[in-house]
């Protein structure tokens, strides 16, 4: 009996060696398709209210990377890369209401969330 046991923990052990396999973090789908406005600036009681010369940051969606950033800091807004080619970043939960959260894959934003 001992040795059955001895032999499955050498398994066990021998199995888990090797290469970790890479999964990409998916984007959550309320990220990449937000039904709502994403307003930059946002408002500081009501997100969902839109302040004098906001936009909503869901029209960044899709663009190169460089352009996203130009069209926010033309508003005075700033973003910040949360979500990579499938790599999440570490983040710090402070609030900014002048900040938009990013997921960009392949130079290209595909999702917008309130930093």
């Given at each position: 009996m001992r040795w059955a046991v001895l032999i499955m923990c050498v398994i066990g052990v021998a199995g888990g060696c090797g290469e970790d396999e890479h999964r990409p973090v998916p984007?959550?789908?309320?990220?990449?398709?937000?039904?709502?406005?994403?307003?930059?600036?946002r408002a500081r009681r009501d997100e969902s209210k839109r302040m004098r010369g906001a936009f909503d940051?869901?029209?960044?969606?899709?663009l190169a990377w460089d352009e996203a950033e130009a069209r926010a800091t033309e508003r005075d807004c700033t973003l910040r890369v949360v979500w990579e080619d499938g790599e999440g970043?570490?983040?710090?939960?402070?609030?900014?209401?002048?900040?938009?959260d990013v997921y960009v894959d392949d130079g290209r934003v595909v999702g917008v969330e309130w930093g």
């Open positions: 984007i959550p789908e309320a990220v990449a398709h937000p039904t709502d406005p994403v307003w930059c600036p940051a869901r029209r960044l969606i899709g970043s570490t983040i710090t939960g402070a609030a900014d209401r002048t900040r938009i």
